[in-house]
């Protein structure tokens, strides 16, 4: 894969992703989980953001970025949500730190890179909790301290 393949999957996936969550965090506050609902509405706007910054990069470097999301599904279980993103990080990780060495000519891309897989991992790590929490209290218990 190229640094231009590599820039306009992470670009596409940002995009997807962040709709999935945007979707996700409307559902939730819907259902009263308002604390949830904040923090994964955040979340995708935060990624949004990213797929922007992305399609930047893309134009500084003379490309043209593609109009294109990549397909994420619609969640309705609150626990499974956690683990669907619980997943994807823990597969975005690996894939992101190594593609580090695509970048090794291109200091600007790969410091963006790198602060996308610092707040990939602060996420995961926050995903995780939340599951182990679920672990630790009980699902039932988790959703009451969801709403809020």
């Not at 894969?1 to 506050?29: D, R």
């Not at 294109?68 to 690996?94: F, N, R």
């Not at 190594?98 to 790969?110: G, H, I, M, R």
Request: charged letters at 30%; one cysteine or more; aromatic letters at 10%.
């Amino acid at each position: 894969m190229t640094k231009v393949e590599f820039l306009k999957e992470l670009a596409k996936g940002w995009f997807g992703n962040s709709q999935q969550h945007s979707i996700h965090a409307e559902m939730l506050a819907d259902r009263g989980f308002k604390a949830l609902a904040e923090k994964i509405a955040a979340e995708a706007e935060e990624e949004w953001n990213e797929a922007k910054e992305v399609n930047k990069r893309l134009i500084e470097l003379g490309e043209t970025p593609e109009v294109a999301i990549s397909d994420y599904p619609v969640i309705k279980d609150v626990k499974e949500m956690l683990e669907y993103d619980c997943k994807e990080s823990a597969t975005a990780l690996p894939a992101m730190s190594q593609a580090l060495a695509l970048f090794a000519d291109d200091y600007v891309s790969a410091n963006m890179i790198q602060k996308f897989i610092v707040d990939e991992q602060e996420h995961y790590n926050w995903v995780r909790a939340h599951l182990n929490l679920i672990k630790e209290i009980g699902y039932e218990n988790y959703l009451i301290e969801q709403i809020g």
